[in-house]
């Protein structure tokens, strides 16, 4: 049976609450939900775009810590504020996946934390060896 390793980078703004910032369990890496957090843990100012250019900055460098990159994503849930600003967080999400395209779930919420526009985590296939 495998063991949970906790991941933790100080590239990334550390986690708000009681959580990790990444759990492995084998092959697999789940991300927690990223938000727009500078490594200040401030919210970075502006809109959805660049809000979701954040958390992109964000998930890369605690997949960099975990020995990982965009394209060993499988699966991404994003969370958005507002569903009418769709397309602007669906136009920075594939400048960062390109022609790669993990399954994806996309839920409009009522609020996230710190009323920010958008969080996403992700699952990860992680190469053994």
């Known amino acids: 049976m495998s063991k949970l ?3 933790a ?23 927690s939900g990223q938000i727009p957090l500078g490594l200040d843990g401030q919210v970075v100012a502006g809109g959805i775009v660049e809000q979701t250019h954040q958390v992109f900055q ?10 990982c990159v965009l394209s060993d994503v499988i699966k991404a849930t994003v969370f958005i504020k507002d569903m009418n600003q769709f397309s602007a967080l669906n136009e920075v999400y594939a400048s960062y996946f ?31 060896g």
Do not use: C, M, W
Request: hydrophobic share 45%; net charge negative.
């Open 5 to 7: 390793e906790i991941i």
């Open 9 to 31: 980078t100080n590239e990334a703004p550390a986690a708000i609450g009681p959580y990790s910032q990444a759990v492995r369990f084998g092959n697999l890496l789940f991300t």
């Open 58 to 67: 964000n998930l890369q460098a605690v997949l960099k810590a975990s020995g």
């Open 98 to 128: 390109g022609d790669h395209k993990p399954a994806r779930s996309t839920v409009e919420v009522a609020r996230l934390p710190r009323d920010v526009f958008v969080e996403i985590e992700l699952v990860v296939s992680v190469s053994v």
